[in-house]
């Protein structure tokens, strides 16, 4: 496993990490769960993934527990904030009460002392971004979050945010988790750049388009009945034959380097020096195994633009 550093932090995280949605606490079970979780740290994963949203906690209950029989200080461990977790008036956003009481109750569930990496899962219009940076602030000169983070946020609220840091002299942040792979790459035109410019790198979360990039889908075939996509989280306009095609196509690359399209498209995303980890599910230890051997691929220059021009097709 290869360790990059998190933006401009002197905080290391492995290339691969480990998340929980749609699965630990839901409808994975919790002995599957810690398996993967296990082998991922017999793997060298370093950085693990989950959010209080998630299963309305039982998520970061599953991944406390199954750490627990390790160091602490030898793993990264990230939570997030904002979305609904109860039916109170104030029981969701990025308020300092709802920030507050959320970093509590996570901390129970996970079973430790801190947060290693708190992140703003969305942005809120309803808050003074101001409110919402002082109160992270808070929660690390407490110790109680080392680093801040945001997810999906726009290029513009992320400079904002910085901008109102610099101002009051409060923590930045250091990294961003938005969606990025193959099919969805909208990140590219203004948030690594930015990411780049300010200091904060990212952890990017859907690197195989939710299993489109496995190679289980193929053209003519029907939905494998055990697949996310036969879930009803799944958007079926993924399954169209245009990106079946493209997948296919990729698939031959994959085979040509004597690796999986999963580690094809994993390797792609990491050629960005600016991404610090790929975030990746797992419903059993195999899936684990397989996608952490992406770590350290690195993709030759013809074999780059191979795949460009497939996607780009």
Wanted: charged share 25%; with cysteine; glycine share 8%.
């Amino acid at each position: 496993m290869k360790y990059r550093r998190l933006g401009n932090s002197g905080l290391k995280v492995s290339e691969i990490s480990l998340g929980s949605w749609l699965t630990y606490g839901g409808y994975v079970g919790e002995d599957p769960a810690v398996q993967s979780i296990e082998q991922a740290y017999d793997l060298g994963v370093n950085f693990f993934d989950t959010a209080n949203v998630y299963e309305r906690g039982e998520a970061e209950k599953v991944m406390g527990k199954a750490l627990s029989r390790y160091p602490r200080e030898s793993y990264v461990l990230a939570t997030k904030v904002f979305n609904t977790m109860g039916d109170g008036p104030n029981d969701r956003g990025l308020s300092r009460k709802h920030i507050m009481e959320q970093a509590e109750a996570s901390l129970k569930r996970l079973g430790t002392d801190y947060i290693d990496i708190y992140y703003c899962h969305r942005y809120d219009p309803e808050t003074p971004l101001e409110e919402t940076l002082r109160a992270l602030d808070d929660l690390v000169s407490q110790g109680k979050v080392l680093y801040i983070g945001v997810s999906e946020w726009t290029p513009a609220q992320i400079v904002d945010a910085y901008a109102i840091a610099d101002k009051l002299l409060l923590d930045k942040i250091i990294v961003n988790q938005p969606i990025y792979n193959m099919f969805n790459r909208y990140i590219e035109k203004e948030i690594i750049p930015i990411g780049e410019s300010k200091g904060f790198g990212q952890v990017v979360f859907s690197p195989l388009a939710q299993g489109l990039l496995t190679g289980k889908y193929k053209l003519g075939q029907p939905i494998p009945a055990d697949s996310r996509a036969s879930s009803k989280n799944w958007d079926e306009k993924r399954l169209n034959e245009a990106a079946l095609v493209k997948v296919e196509q990729l698939g031959k690359i994959a085979g040509e380097l004597g690796i999986k399209l999963s580690q094809l498209a994993i390797a792609w995303i990491l050629r960005q020096n600016n991404v610090a980890s790929a975030l990746v599910g797992a419903s059993r230890p195999e899936q684990v195994v397989e996608n952490c051997a992406a770590s350290g691929i690195a993709l030759s220059e013809d074999v780059l633009q191979s795949i460009e021009a497939i996607l780009q097709a």
